[in-house]
Structure formats: structure tokens, C-alpha cells
């Protein structure tokens, strides 16, 4: 009964390729941003930031560029933890170079860097497609991180190899290094994440995401009827590693303090791809929900026994956590492999017609 | 200048001042070829048959060989002594991976039928985790030797007289060779000669048209799978000799991928040739090039190669041609 | 049939003396034959002929070991198809080439995707220029749209359609990039009688409305009887004739090679509203 669509009428173009036609929708999402920069600062204990938030709005920065490159331009990657090392690692450098800099500024920069990496890595892309290009993102993951531990001026020759986020403020708050508090540091993160959400989205309902979405489906089709591949892939390959560069840097500075290139490997490349697979392939939503799901079903997962009263030895939890973990992916894999985006709008299209069936 | 000068030439004369050094390393090199191989052809089965990059190949691996170590530790346990217990927990294993190949084919792959590759090679990821955690937990997560002795092989070292000095083979890594051989030989004739064979080579290429003409999809995913798993549990015999029964194993999917790229996705003799070339290249990168450029380039050494390879034959040196059409 | 007063201008597209291999296959021999503006032009023959071969060969999709293609007067070097495509050339695949994942409205819109000038940080912020070019080509998006008559499915995602509604959404698409000349790839392949007269209809007017040249594929004879002033038929990889549809029902060669024989002579003229009986189907 609540979600109906009758008496908006959409008498423009521009009305009816806005990003949410259905009045409710725009009132619900905006209200979700508000609830979320204003809630959890006045609300949540620190754990919440430390074990839910910061994670959650850092790698959902990583899934939305991740998603542009394979979901909507369909180039598979597994480089994502390369990229958001490049980002990470110059982040550091600028920061320790020019301490006048402005810590938004920083992270800018060093998501340009990456975005220049990322271009690199992604020239092979022209040539090879698939699975091959992923083999070839494999290359440049591996290499990103080996380039970071060996050679030491990235890290400013630190004899621990660890790069540690210097302390700074933006108008005058803290929102890096140990006195930074975690409201602080997550509403920094939110924001970047809510700009390129909508950044993102602009861009995909336009000329942008048209042509990636032509070579994903298509891509011999696409360049017969003139789009331009190399172009069109390597600004995927860029605005990507710009967003993972970001959410490097933010990793570092706004939540982990300290890290070492192991935060950077493999792992956490497949945990982005999990997320932007099981959120939805071509989905800004899905980047959300993705993310969500990824960072909360270890925490359930560890949180549920005991309160349901079981007692389960730490090593038994990992071996269950790993198994349930691949479980779920092939179930929802079988189950919905456009995954929670496209569950979520099978809801909604349900919700338009309740409490009728159809 | 001349650092990279000397990073340029410097290898090569190391190479040429001590030949049976660099001989030394060229077969060390073959040899953890091998290995790589051995890893390769299971994905090469998976693929050629089925079309499915299996990344739970690795995982196969050390799940195979955690069963095996597991049964022999309980045999063992019994007093069991009329024979090495290794030969039942053998039999047991082969069995415990045919049992996988039915699970993975009814639970995976038949509700994924005709669904697009990626969300084939993500569900392989999916069964991965799976497999690692499931194996942990019935056998344990700590290191565990293999006791290859009890098959016959020992643990000593057969020494080649070249020019004038020697080079060194362990036993253990001829077995392998000798087993990776005898493995590629059948299954060479297995995909050329066998009924079977060509309907696997059909299914690769199609799975609604294979379905269409009769082939029993479900049998023959148990089949390949099985197969798979047997090779798995070779490679898991030979790795796990070599260095142990450990969870590194699982990340042996990630050091194949090279070896696929330059045997070809689809070659059996591929896999062979491309793990020796991907472990000389790797040996000889790592002992004459690090001095100057830095340790660990065995980390991305197989990939930078693959990426080459990629640019310029992306079938690899013995897989199909592509030909795109529209 | 050409109608009376139609004007059929100096050579628009010119393909001299192409050869296409691959690896041992000869598709196509030493091949030439002229498409001249405003025109509609038929490719026909049996399966395997060459034909749609030809057309890859003229999009630059594929580049033959031997021969040119002059296009406007300019013989052009090996061409990427996105250059092809710049310089008017638009086209429609046997296969229906649509972008699956895409609605009908959005896979017409990226066939303007040559018309539309970028720039990334407008397009982000989805304001301005970069607002007012969308809304721009939208509006001529949709001409095309009520033009082939697809206004109710435009949200339909392009995968979801019946194949006759796919093709028509593909000719919508290549109309969008307001070609000069215009390769239809068997557009009414397993399509009904109304469906075919739809589509004829179509290309008619395109062809007399916008002057589009047009080159088309087809295996129904009553339709290139009807509809073309010109007809190219390859066999085999070679031409074995070109000339106008009557020249070309009395042809030999191609009686041999594709039409077969007629039962009743003369073959009956064809009123476009009759059901297509043709000469011989090849």
C-alpha cells in the first residue's frame, strides 16, 4: 500500500532518468545518509566503529570501484589489493613528505597515483580478456606487493617494514593517528564513500557506463558501433584503482593506524571480488549490501553460538567460519548469482504490488 | 648507469663462470617443474573436460593429502604392521576423493549448469574455502609429515657426474618426475582414444549441446572430477614429501596459473612443459638475478612470464587458437 | 522494384578485388562490387557463401590479406571498426548482437554513443553540459523509438525480448547512429509475414526519408525482389553476379548456384501486401 507509484507522473526526460523515479525511494534513501552520518556518532560504542563501521565504509569504497571494473565494465580483476596498496603506500609517502598537507587532499592525490597504476596494469586488457586478464591482474598484485616490502624508501626505510599513519586534523579535529577518535575517523570515511557512491551512480546511467556495459555484453558488437575499447577499459581500469586507491589509504589512516603489505595480498582481494559478486555484478547498491555481508557474517557468525549458548573452541570456529563461508558463496551463487542487489529489487517490485500478488 | 648495467650482464657471466652451478640450477628447476606440473594437469583435466576453471584444485590437493596422512596416522594408531599403512589409507583416499567428485557434482555443478564461466570459477573459489575448512577439521590444521618411505621411496639422492663436478637429485624428486610422466602418458590416450574421452572434449565446448546429444552430463563431471582428485592426491604425495602436509598447499592454485598460461589451458603436454619452463625460469631468476635486483622475485617471476606470454600467445604454446567471430 | 522517382547517386562504398583467409579457409576471392548512394543493395547466396564475412571485412572487423576498400572517394588503410563506424557506418549482426544486459532504451542510446562528447567530472556530477547532451540525445532517441514503434518496451531489458522484437531494437540502435550507410545482416531472419512487412516498411522509409544507404543480407527472395535496386550474389567465396533484381532472376549462374528453378514462368510480379512467393528458396 505504501509503495505506489500513482500520481507521479515523470513529464521530462530528466524526471524519468532520475536516480530514484519513485518518490519513496528518494525519501527513504536520504534518509538512510542522514541516519548514517548522525546516528552512530551519538549512538554506538566504539566497537561498533572499530569492528562494523570503519571496515564496512572503507571496503564498500574498494567494492564500488571494484564493481565498476568487473561488474559494469566486466574486466575481471584480483589486483584490487595491488591498487589499494598503491594508494596506501603513496598516502604515506605525501603525508610524511609535505606534513602541511591536507589529509583529503592526501588521500586525493594518492588515489590519482593509483588511478595512473591502474591504467598501467590495465593496458594488457586490449589484448586479453577473461580469465586471462585475471591472470594478468594477478601479475601486477603480486608484483605491487613485492615492489612495497623490497624496496624500502616506500616506507621510509622503517626496519619493522610497517607504515604508520602520522596524526593529523581537519578543521580542526583529529582524524588520524592514535588520538583520532573513531566517530571522527568514520565520518571522514562515510563521507568519501557517499560522494562516490553518488559520483558513481551519475556516471553509470550516462554515456560512461553505457560504453562499459557494451563491452561487457558485447565487446566486438560495442566497437563496430564505435565505442572505443582501449579508452573505454582503461578508464574503468583508472576510475577503479582511483576509488581502491582511496580506500587503501583510508585502511591505513582512518582505521588499521599501522600496516604492512600483508593487509594488501591476495586476501583481501578475493574478499573485495566476494563482495562485489555477492552483492550484485553491476550494482552500486551491490557494493553496499556486498560489503555488508562480507564484514558482518564473521562477526555472526563468532557472536551467534554463545549466545545461543554453545561453547565453541577458537580453532573448531575458524574451520566452521571457512567452511560455512564457502558455502554460502556457492549457495547464493546457485541460488541468485546476480546476487543481493537483484534480490532486493525482486523484493521491491514484490512491494509494489502488496498486498496483492500480482 | 651501471647498476643496471651490471643487472643486465652480471647474470650471465655468473652463469658462465661456474657451468655446473648453473646446470645445478637448471635441474633443481626441472624438478620443482615437475611439481608445478603436476598441479597443472588437474586443472587441465577440469578444464578441458568440463570448461571450468577449477580453483579448488590447490585445496584438492592438500585435502587429498590431509586424508592420506589422517588414514595412515589411524592405521597406524591400530597396529596395523602386515603392511605400511600407507597402502589402505592409499585405497581410502582414492575413495574419499571419488566421494568428492559425487558431492561437488551434485551440489555445485549440476545446479550451476549453463550458468556464465565466472560464476562457475567463483563457485570453485566457494568450494576452496569449503574444502579448506572441512579438512582442518577432520584431520587438524597443523603440519604433518609424509611418510613417502613406506611407498619405497627413500629419502636419498642420486648424484649425475657432469663435467667436472656433480649435480645432486633427490629420490623423491625423480618418483615425481617418473610419476608426472606416467600420469600424462594416460591421460594422453585417455582424451584421444577413449569413448570417453571425446565426450569430455564435447562437454568442454558445450555443455546444452552435449546434454543435447546424449551425453550423461553428471556422469562424466564425476568421472573428470574424480580423475582430478586422483591426480590432486599424486601432486599432494609429492608436495607433501617434499615439505610437508600444510595449508600452503592450498595456495598452489595461484602458483599453477602461470604454468596454465604457457601450456595452454586445454594441453596435458602443456602443463608438463609449461611447469618446467615456469620452475627453471624461476630458479634461475631467483639464484643469478636477486643479488642484483633483490630477493623474492619467485614471487611474481611465473607471472611477470605469464604476462608476457599473454600479450603475445595468449593460447599458450600448445592450447586452441581463438578465433572470434560475430 | 525501384520506385519511379528515386535518385541513386555516385558510389558511396567501393570494394575492390578482396581476398579473406583464415589460415587455409578461402572465405572470400577476389571480390568487387560498388555500393552507390541512396541505394538498397542486396548480398545474397547459400550459407557459407562469404556474405557475412564481407560485411566484417567492410566494418574493419576483419582486414583482408588482399584488396581496398574506398569509402567516399578515400581508400582507407586497415581501419579499427570504432574508426569504421565514425565515419557513418552502421550495422546489424545475424545473431542479434544486443546488449543483454542493458534495457532497449539504453542499447539504443549507446548507438549514439558516437555522437556524444565526454568529459568524466561533468558526467559525475550529472549537471550542465553533460545533463543537457543526455536529455539531447534521449529526445532523439526516442524520434527513433516511436519511428520502429517500440515505445512499450523500452525498460525491458534486452535480453527479455522475443527475437523479432531483438532485431528490431538492433536496427533501432544502428539507426541511432545517423548513418550514411546502413549493413543489415539477414534483418528478417525468423520472422512472420507481418513481421517481414513491418520491417520492409521500415527499411523503405529509412531509405527514403533519410537518404540511408543500405546494404542488406537475405535469404527471402520475395523481400529482395521487392525492396532492392541492386543485388550482389557470391557463391563459394566469388562473385557470380550483380545487377538489377531482373537481370538477376533470369541469371543462370544463379539459378544454378541458389535460386533453383521456377514452376510457374513468368514469376508474378509481387504486390507488397500478398504473401511472398518466391522463385525458389536457396
Known amino acids: 500500500m505504501l509503495y505506489r507509484e500513482t500520481g507521479q507522473f515523470k513529464t521530462s526526460y530528466a524526471d524519468d532518468q532520475a536516480i530514484f523515479p519513485i518518490a519513496q525511494d528518494r525519501f527513504a534513501v536520504l534518509a538512510l545518509v542522514a541516519v548514517a552520518f548522525l546516528v552512530p556518532p551519538l549512538l554506538f560504542s566504539n566497537y561498533w566503529f572499530e569492528a562494523i563501521l570503519l571496515p564496512l565504509t572503507i571496503l564498500s569504497l574498494a567494492a564500488l570501484g571494484l564493481n565498476l571494473l568487473t561488474g559494469y565494465a566486466g574486466q575481471i580483476s584480483l589486483g584490487t589489493g595491488g591498487f589499494m596498496a598503491v594508494g596506501a603506500y603513496s598516502a604515506f609517502k605525501l603525508a610524511t613528505g609535505i606534513p602541511e598537507l591536507n589529509l583529503i587532499v592526501v588521500f586525493l592525490i594518492a588515489g590519482l597515483l593509483a588511478a595512473a597504476v591502474g591504467v598501467v596494469f590495465g593496458l594488457p586488457s586490449l589484448r586479453i580478456k577473461g580469465f586471462y586478464l585475471a591472470v594478468a591482474t594477478l601479475a601486477s598484485q603480486f608484483f605491487l606487493v613485492w615492489l612495497f616490502n623490497k624496496v624500502g624508501w616506500f616506507y621510509n626505510n622503517n626496519p619493522s617494514g610497517t607504515i604508520t599513519a602520522p596524526p593529523r586534523t581537519l578543521f580542526g579535529i583529529m582524524i588520524s593517528g592514535p588520538e583520532a577518535s573513531p566517530q571522527a575517523r568514520y565520518i571522514v570515511a562515510l563521507a568519501f564513500v557517499t560522494v562516490a557512491a553518488l559520483a558513481c551512480k551519475n556516471l553509470v546511467r550516462g554515456r560512461i557506463g553505457r560504453s562499459w556495459m557494451a563491452i561487457r555484453d558485447m565487446d566486438i558488437a560495442a566497437e563496430i558501433i564505435g565505442i572505443r575499447p582501449l579508452r573505454t577499459k582503461l578508464l574503468a581500469f583508472a576510475l577503479s584503482s582511483f576509488l581502491c586507491g582511496i580506500a587503501g589509504a583510508e585502511l591505513v589512516f582512518l582505521y588499521l593506524g599501522s600496516v604492512e603489505t600483508l593487509a594488501f595480498d591476495i586476501t583481501i582481494s578475493f574478499q573485495v571480488l566476494f563482495m562485489v559478486i555477492i552483492g550484485g555484478l553491476g550494482s552500486i547498491l551491490g557494493s553496499f549490501l556486498g560489503a555488508a555481508f562480507i564484514v558482518l557474517m564473521p562477526i555472526l557468525l563468532t557472536n551467534i553460538p554463545p549466545a545461543l549458548g554453545l561453547a565453541i573452541p577458537i580453532a573448531l570456529q575458524k574451520h566452521l567460519e571457512l567452511m560455512i563461508f564457502g558455502g554460502l558463496i556457492v549457495f547464493f551463487l546457485i541460488v541468485e548469482p546476480h546476487g543481493l542487489a537483484r534480490l532486493w529489487q525482486i523484493t521491491k517490485e514484490k512491494l509494489r504490488l502488496w498486498p496483492f500478488p500480482h | ?326 | 522494384m525501384t520506385l519511379p522517382n528515386k535518385k541513386i547517386g555516385d558510389v558511396l562504398l567501393k570494394v575492390d578485388g578482396i581476398t579473406l583467409s583464415f589460415g587455409g579457409v578461402r572465405a572470400i576471392r577476389d571480390v568487387s562490387f560498388e555500393i552507390r548512394e541512396h541505394e538498397i543493395l542486396a548480398i545474397i547466396g547459400p550459407n557459407g557463401a562469404g556474405k557475412t564475412s564481407m560485411l566484417n571485412v567492410i566494418n574493419g572487423f576483419y582486414h583482408p590479406q588482399v584488396g581496398t576498400i574506398t569509402y567516399r572517394g578515400v581508400t582507407r588503410p586497415r581501419a579499427a571498426p570504432y574508426e569504421v563506424a565514425a565515419q557513418g557506418i552502421a550495422r546489424t549482426f545475424q545473431n542479434v548482437a544486443l546488449f543483454k544486459g542493458m534495457s532497449v532504451l539504453d542499447n539504443i542510446m549507446t548507438g549514439r554513443l558516437l555522437k556524444m562528447r565526454g568529459n568524466v567530472l561533468l558526467e559525475a556530477l550529472y549537471w550542465g553540459p553533460a545533463r543537457r547532451q543526455e536529455m539531447a540525445h534521449r529526445a532523439f532517441v526516442e524520434r527513433i523509438i516511436d519511428f520502429l514503434e517500440i515505445q512499450a518496451i523500452r525498460r525491458v531489458p534486452a535480453g527479455r525480448l522475443p527475437y523479432g522484437l531483438q532485431k528490431r531494437v538492433e536496427l533501432a540502435r544502428a539507426l541511432a547512429a545517423e548513418p550514411t550507410l546502413l549493413l543489415l545482416d539477414e534483418p528478417m531472419a525468423g520472422m512472420n509475414v507481418e513481421e517481414k512487412e513491418d520491417m520492409c516498411r521500415f527499411i523503405l522509409d529509412v531509405n527514403e526519408e533519410f537518404g540511408t544507404t543500405i546494404a542488406l543480407i537475405e535469404h527471402d527472395m520475395g523481400v529482395v525482389m521487392d525492396i532492392c535496386d541492386r543485388i550482389v550474389v557470391l557463391d563459394y567465396g566469388r562473385k557470380i553476379a550483380d545487377g538489377p533484381p531482373d537481370a538477376i532472376r533470369g541469371d543462370q549462374a544463379v539459378i544454378d548456384a541458389y535460386l533453383g528453378l521456377s514452376h510457374d514462368e513468368p514469376a508474378p510480379r509481387l504486390a507488397a501486401a500478398r504473401e511472398p512467393v518466391a522463385a525458389g528458396e536457396g
Open chain 2, 1 to 326: 648507469m651501471d647498476a643496471i648495467a651490471n643487472g643486465i650482464v652480471g647474470p650471465f657471466a655468473d652463469m658462465v663462470a661456474d657451468p655446473v652451478f648453473f646446470l645445478e640450477v637448471i635441474v633443481t628447476g626441472l624438478m620443482a617443474g615437475v611439481m608445478y606440473s603436476l598441479v597443472a594437469l588437474g586443472f587441465v583435466l577440469i578444464f578441458k573436460a568440463s570448461g571450468v576453471f577449477n580453483f579448488a584444485q590447490g585445496v584438492m590437493v592438500l585435502f587429498a593429502a590431509l586424508t592420506l596422512v589422517g588414514f595412515e596416522a589411524v592405521f597406524r594408531s591400530m597396529g596395523l604392521t602386515a603392511v605400511p599403512p600407507m597402502i589402505p589409507s592409499l585405497a581410502l583416499t582414492v575413495i574419499a576423493m571419488v566421494a568428492l567428485a559425487f558431492a561437488i557434482e551434485r551440489l555445485v555443478l549440476r545446479p550451476l549448469v549453463n550458468q556464465p564461466d565466472i560464476i562457475l570459477f567463483m563457485s570453485t573459489i566457494g568450494i576452496t574455502f569449503f574444502l579448506e575448512g572441512f579438512g582442518e577439521l577432520l584431520w587438524g590444521g597443523d603440519v604433518k609429515p609424509l611418510p613417502i618411505e613406506q611407498f619405497g621411496v627413500g629419502s636419498g639422492r642420486y648424484s649425475i657426474k657432469i663435467g667436472g663436478g656433480q649435480v645432486l637429485v633427490q629420490e623423491i624428486d625423480l618418483t615425481a618426475a617418473v610419476v608426472a610422466g606416467v600420469l600424462v602418458a594416460a591421460l594422453a590416450v585417455f582424451f584421444q582414444r577413449t569413448r570417453i574421452g571425446r565426450a569430455l572434449r564435447a562437454v568442454a565446448d558445450d555443455h546444452q549441446a552435449a546434454l543435447s546429444v546424449g551425453i550423461p552430463l553428471k556422469h562424466i563431471w564425476v568421472i573428470v572430477w574424480s580423475v582430478a582428485g586422483v591426480v590432486a592426491l599424486a601432486a599432494g604425495i609429492m608436495w607433501g614429501a617434499k615439505s610437508g602436509v600444510q595449508f600452503s598447499l592450498s595456495l598452489l592454485a595461484l602458483r599453477a596459473l602461470p604454468v596454465l598460461i604457457l601450456g595452454g589451458f586445454t594441453s596435458v603436454p602443456g602443463a608438463i612443459v609449461g611447469g618446467l619452463i615456469i620452475g627453471v625460469g624461476e630458479k634461475i631468476a631467483e639464484t643469478f638475478w636477486s643479488p642484483y635486483v633483490g630477493s623474492a622475485i619467485e614471487n611474481w617471476f611465473a607471472y611477470g612470464l605469464a604476462l608476457v606470454f599473454l600479450l603475445f600467445r595468449p593460447q599458450g604454446l600448445f592450447g586452441e587458437r581463438i578465433i572470434e567471430r560475430v
